[in-house]
């Protein structure tokens, strides 16, 4: 079975450009997450989506960032403009059910560079 | 808000040796409770996870977790570790109240198995 598929798996891009990350849950998965993963914070949930809507957009850092879940089977995370310290591997997860009782299952994340 | 702790952020431990990784949470009610490998360039996988019953729990690759409510912890093991365990570790807790159940995950814990 195909497991969450995440693209680009690699990024590099000048300071001030729009950047968008791409994600596939797993079918059938209702639940979908957008971490981020720095040596300085570790993994840091951004958002949360339950039925293509969202539910827990607190970890969000700011404007710069935007989610979107059009159908079960697609988000997006944009970064406009991007900055040097939006460098990180960002990864997407899905399940089923709430958040919270059921284990994630990770795509292999996009590394981004802002240079 | 719950929060999880994992005090080592780096162990470095000789083929064959015994491992504890320690994870403390803080919340009074019930918990669901995970732990998580990343393997150095590669996604997050479950290694088990503890919802209820028995409160020692035994996931992949040999690794056991014990749930004590009372410490509020759930610590991973392992009697002998080998060079292919070198990875990152992470504890993730799950609680809270309503629909939405956030999961929160800790800091990890980087292990480097030296043959």
């Known amino acids: 079975d195909a497991g969450v598929i995440q693209s680009p798996r690699h990024e590099v891009t000048e300071m001030g450009q729009e950047v968008t990350l791409r994600c596939k849950p797993i079918s059938g998965h209702n639940s979908l997450f957008w971490y981020r993963q720095t040596m300085m914070r570790g993994l840091e949930l951004l958002i949360y989506?339950?039925?293509?809507?969202?539910?827990?957009d607190s970890g969000m850092p700011e404007d710069r960032f935007s989610a979107k879940m059009p159908n079960a089977s697609f988000s997006t995370l944009k970064i406009q403009p991007s900055e040097p310290r939006d460098s990180a591997v960002y990864f997407c997860?899905?399940?089923?059910?709430?958040?919270?009782?059921?284990?994630?299952?990770f795509g292999d994340g996009t590394r981004l560079s802002i240079l | 808000a719950q929060s999880v702790s994992q005090h080592n952020h780096h162990v470095i431990l000789s083929e064959a040796a015994s491992l504890e990784l320690g994870c403390n949470y803080s919340?009074?009610?019930?918990?669901?409770l995970f732990w998580y490998v990343q393997y150095p360039g590669q996604h997050l996988q479950l290694l088990l996870k503890?919802?209820?019953?028995?409160?020692l729990v035994k996931g992949i690759k040999g690794f056991e977790a014990e749930f004590i409510k009372s410490k509020f912890s759930f610590n991973l093991r392992k009697p002998s570790v080998q060079w292919s365990d070198t990875a990152e570790y992470f504890c993730a807790v799950n609680a809270g109240s309503g629909g939405y159940q956030k999961v929160t995950f800790g800091t990890g814990t980087k292990l480097q198995v030296i043959p």
């Open positions: 989506f339950n039925n293509n809507v969202p539910i827990d």
């Open positions: 503890y919802f209820s019953g028995d409160p």
């Open positions: 919340y009074g009610g019930t918990v669901n």
């Open positions: 997860a899905s399940t089923i059910g709430g958040a919270g009782n059921q284990p994630q299952h």
